[in-house]
T-cell receptor, first 114, second 110 residues
Framework: DVKVTQSSRYLVKRTGEKVFLECVQD?????MFWYRQDPGLGLRLIYF???????EKGDIPEGYSVSREKKERFSLILESASTNQTSMYLC?????????????FGSGTQLSVL | QKEVEQNSGPLSVPEGAIASLNCTYS??????FFWYRQYSGKSPELIMF????GDKEDGRFTAQLNKASQYVSLLIRDSQPSDSATYLC??????????FGQGTRLTINP
């Protein structure tokens, strides 16, 4: 069974802390994505990666960075967490190239910044 | 202009009727379009994808794509209470960037 695993389901952090959200996929997928989901705003793309060590900014990259040192792992970093980064974070992966390959999602991390 | 736009709803449809969900996109270079369903507290799951103009049917679901109008829709026939969920439209843009709309909340009334 295919799997995208996010390290934490719930996370509580304090303002100013450095936060790491980890995502691992076991499907040898080229493409990995980080989204945040807020009520009424849908899924907003933060960053994505189409290869190891490659990253592209999504629509809302401010306040975030990413790391992809290995193909299976894509980390989202909040350099200095702020309350407006309280959200559900979803990691996803898919194969590259083909236009009809579906996205596999992790179960999400609900982050609360106090 | 948002890259993918949906009416956030809520959309309320009686059981057994046809539910119609709409989506527009701004980038003419977009290659493929996806409809995901998301139940409360769960991750999105893929219902259908479409990349050619016209209609694509799968069971009770029909996806429609009109590239000239930059418009994608999803029809759900014989709506069931279990279809109540948020429906997310997504566009695969250039360089593998996959962008979602804000989602439409659908409620099927028994």
């Amino acid at each position: 069974d295919v799997k995208v695993t996010q390290s934490s389901r719930y996370l509580v952090k304090r303002t100013g802390e450095k936060v790491f959200l980890e995502c691992v996929q076991d499907m040898d997928h080229e493409n990995m994505f980080w989204y945040r989901q807020d009520p009424g705003l849908g899924l907003r793309l933060i960053y994505f990666s189409y290869d190891v060590k490659m990253k592209e900014k999504g629509d809302i990259p401010e306040g975030y960075s990413v790391s992809r040192e290995k193909k299976e792992r894509f980390s989202l970093i909040l350099e200095s967490a702020s309350t407006n980064q309280t959200s559900m974070y979803l990691c996803a992966s898919k194969t590259g190239g083909a236009t009809n390959e579906k996205l596999f999602f992790g179960s999400g991390t609900q982050l609360s910044v106090l | 202009q948002k890259e993918v736009e949906q009416n956030s709803g809520p959309l309320s449809v009686p059981e057994g009727a046809i539910a119609s969900l709409n989506c527009t996109y701004s980038d003419r270079g977009s290659q493929s379009f996806f409809w995901y369903r998301q139940y409360s507290g769960k991750s999105p799951e893929l219902i259908m994808f479409i990349y050619s103009n016209g209609d694509k049917e799968d069971g009770r679901f029909t996806a429609q794509l009109n590239k000239a109008s930059q418009y994608v829709s999803l029809l759900i026939r014989d709506s069931q209470p279990s279809d109540s969920a948020t429906y997310l439209c997504a566009s695969l843009m250039r360089a593998q960037k996959l962008v979602f709309g804000q989602g439409t909340r659908l409620t099927i009334n028994p």
